[in-house]
């Protein structure tokens, strides 16, 4: 799959690493843990984790991260880390699969809901602005 899926960080992007701004290792270092806990973008299951919630195998989620649907956040050791975003991405594309859809097209489509989504409330921000 060769798309690039940019969303903004208000928007929900899977590959958003708050982590990667400036302004994101000064949250994550001010931040206490329940702060950490509200956040849908902290990468807070590991693999094992992640797939025993999901009902899913390891190598499931490692093929989405293939597909460029996630990009799970790397600890200090290499460990995958996937945030409850990514875990509703994920259960998503479960879902589709589980219906016969192939892997690839339930990447996409998920990726294009998301961007209609993000679409949609960015219309509606500017509704209600006029």
Known sequence: MDQTHQVSPSGRNPHYRAQDTAAGK????????E????????PAYSMGRAA?????????????GAAKLIEPLRSEGGH???SRYQLRLAARARELVDA???????????ILEDQL??????????????
């Open 100 to 110: 016969g859809t192939a892997l690839e097209a339930a990447c996409r489509i998920i």
């Open 80 to 82: 995958r880390r996937f």
């Open 117 to 130: 989504a993000e679409a949609l409330r960015i219309n509606e921000e500017l509704r209600q602005r006029n």
């Open 35 to 42: 702060q950490r806990l509200d956040d849908d973008d902290y």
């Open 26 to 33: 000064a949250d994550a270092a001010s931040g206490g843990p």
């Open 52 to 64: 025993e919630i999901l009902g899913v195998s390891p190598a499931f989620l490692r093929s989405l």
